[in-house]
């Protein structure tokens, strides 16, 4: 049986933006949901701290290859490095503004976004039997190029929104209908 994780970005939480709603959605049709809460701001937010968080769900036997992941802006890179390190396999990634190796949002994402960067990100693939990619032409906060090339080293199937902004709550995603089609 399937299980899913929700993963938040950088400054997040998985009480803001589509998360309640997703989660919801998940828990109506009876499926197991875990929504982490990870460490968040300059100093607590990186790469080894969510690890940690990650690596108890692996021992526990909760991420598996009946695992579907959804991840929004940074967090989506960081389950990329995240699977490759530790050879994981899962079934299904959904990505919702996914980048690598992206710097200018400001001084604060820069610094807890870069240990989340890594080289090897064409490696995922083998680890998912589906990856899909959601991003924005209009994303305030990371260019479209940028979104675009991550979706295309990775992605088995992409969906670009127009005027979507970051498909977070402050560009009106409370709730987002379309990430239904992946449960």
């Not at 899913?4 to 950088?10: D, R, V």
């Not at 989660?23 to 940690?52: A, H, L, M």
């Not at 108890?56 to 990329?80: D, K, Q, R």
């Not at 919702?96 to 064409?122: A, Q, R, S, W």
Request: proline share 3%; aromatic share 16%; glycine share 6%.
């Amino acid at each position: 049986m399937n299980n899913y994780l929700l993963i938040h970005g950088s400054f997040g939480s998985p009480f803001v933006n589509w998360f309640p709603y997703l989660r919801n959605e998940i828990e109506k049709r009876n499926y197991v949901v875990y929504t982490p809460d990870f460490p968040t701001g300059v100093g607590y937010q990186n790469y080894n701290n969510w690890s940690k968080v990650l690596e108890s769900y692996v021992s526990c036997g909760i991420i598996n290859e009946n695992t579907i992941i959804y991840a929004h802006s940074i967090a989506p890179i960081f389950v990329c490095h995240f699977l490759v390190s530790h050879k994981i396999r899962v079934k299904r990634l959904v990505f919702v503004c996914g980048f690598n190796n992206y710097f200018g949002i400001n001084e604060d994402y820069d610094e807890v976004n870069h240990t989340m960067y890594f080289d090897n990100l064409k490696d995922v693939k083998g680890l998912a039997k589906e990856i899909i990619c959601f991003y924005s032409k209009n994303d305030p906060y990371v260019k479209y190029e940028v979104e675009k090339e991550f979706a295309d080293t990775i992605a088995t199937k992409q969906i670009v929104i127009d005027d979507g902004g970051h498909l977070n709550s402050e560009s009106g995603y409370t709730k987002f209908n379309e990430l239904l089609e992946y449960l």
